[in-house]
C-alpha cells in the first residue's frame, strides 16, 4: 500500500495524508493497540510534513 497515491491534489498543490488511509495501513499491518497506532500516526505526520514543507518550498504558489 502506497500512502501517497491517497493524498489528496488540487489546484493549490498537494494535501496531507487523510487519516482513513493511515488508519487503513495500520490495521493491514497489524497495529491494532491503541499506543501503538497513535505512534504510527505521530510518525506518519511528522513524515508527512517534512515532504509537505518541502514540496511547498520548492512549488510556491503562483501569484
Known amino acids: 500500500m502506497d ?3 491517497d ?3 488540487g489546484l493549490g ?3 496531507a495524508i487523510p487519516f ?3 488508519d487503513t495501513y495500520a490495521r493491514r ?3 491494532d493497540a ?3 497506532f497513535r505512534l504510527f500516526m505521530t510518525l506518519i505526520r511528522r513524515m508527512d510534513a517534512v515532504l509537505l ?3 511547498r518550498r520548492r512549488h510556491p ?3
Open 20 to 22: 482513513t488511509s493511515i
Open 3 to 5: 500512502l501517497d497515491q
Open 53 to 55: 514543507d518541502d514540496y
Open 13 to 15: 498543490g498537494i494535501g
Open 7 to 9: 493524498r489528496p491534489v
Open 61 to 63: 504558489p503562483e501569484k
Open 29 to 31: 499491518i497489524g497495529l
Open 34 to 36: 491503541p499506543d501503538d
